[in-house]
Nanobody, 118 residues
């Protein structure tokens, strides 16, 4: 059974930093591309960042470029999202996602809440 467990969310002041973690189990971690998404109150879920299986390539939504960094540790079965220079508009529940469209697999964690406020 595949499980994705996010952690690291919390309340932070504007300009602050947080590091989110996504611990995965029940799958061959190094074989999967991973994604971070977020959903702000009253808004649709949006893509934030993705990382390839080896971690050699990443992509970001324009609004977080230069502030967020996605990374992974295949030895620890964990994906990270380092978030710097946080803004109030980054407030959202952040979700970890992976799967395979080829095999119809789509896995989500339960999310971790990030609140950016003074």
């Amino acid at each position: 059974q595949v499980q994705l467990v996010e952690s690291g969310g919390g309340l932070v002041q504007p300009g602050g930093s947080l590091r989110l973690s996504c611990a995965a189990s029940g799958l061959i971690f190094s074989s999967y591309v991973f994604y971070w998404y977020r959903q702000a109150p009253g808004k649709e879920r949006e893509f934030v960042a993705t990382i390839t299986t080896t971690g050699d390539s990443t992509k970001y939504v324009d609004s977080v470029k230069g502030r967020f960094t996605i990374s992974r540790d295949n030895a620890k079965n964990t994906v990270y999202l380092q978030m710097n220079s946080l803004k109030p508009e980054d407030t959202a529940v952040y979700y970890c996602n992976t799967g395979s469209s080829l095999y119809g697999m789509d896995y989500w964690g339960k999310g971790t809440l990030v609140t950016v406020s003074s």
